[in-house]
């Protein structure tokens, strides 16, 4: 019995959280020229297909609420993600909240941008989750997002 339920344990899928911030829930026609032209749910699709050929869960979420993202992301710790992929948005640039939230679970959490924040207004150059990520993608639109499941399909 006990052979039976490790079995199941071990092959029980891996969840990899997908938590969009602030305004993302625009993509598609927010400024298309700096963001592109996906939609959040075109991101999303691509993502499901990919985390499939890779055996792994998926949830993406979006709110434009910093609390929610701070539940979400204790809430990844707690259920065992394999790891986290966070555009937090604006809140990058703001949020200590977020900083202390990613520094006290153990979950990687990986930072992605569609746009490449250093090149843009100097307001959007210092990320203060970035010392607290496992590391940060950023500058290649809608691909970073698959990019970062396919480091954390590694870890
Ligand atoms: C963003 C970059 C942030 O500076 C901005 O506030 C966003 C989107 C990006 O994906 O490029 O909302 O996180």
């Known amino acids: ?19 969009n911030g ?6 598609g026609m927010r400024e298309p020229e700096i963001y592109g032209s996906d ?18 869960d998926i949830d993406i979420r979006q709110s434009n609420h ?9 809430e990844a710790s707690a259920d065992g993600a394999l790891g986290v992929i966070l ?9 200590i909240a977020l900083y202390d939230a990613i520094k006290a ?3 990687p959490v990986i930072e ?14 210092k990320s203060l989750i970035a010392p607290v990520a496992k590391g940060t993608i950023c500058g290649f639109g809608a691909l970073g ?7 954390i399909s590694q870890f």
């Open 22 to 27: 602030p305004n993302l829930n625009l993509l």
């Open 39 to 56: 939609t959040l749910d075109d991101i999303a699709g691509r993502l499901e297909d990919q985390a499939h050929k890779l055996d792994l």
């Open 66 to 74: 910093e609390g929610h993202l701070i539940d979400w992301l204790h």
């Open 112 to 125: 992605v941008h569609l746009s490449n924040p250093a090149a843009r207004e100097e307001f959007r150059h």
């Open 145 to 151: 997002y698959q990019l970062a499941l396919d480091a």
């Open 1 to 19: 019995m006990r052979d039976i339920i490790l079995a199941e344990e071990n092959s029980a899928k891996k969840t990899v959280f997908v938590l």
């Open 105 to 107: 679970i153990t979950v």
């Open 87 to 95: 555009n937090a948005g604006a809140f990058t640039h703001t949020s």
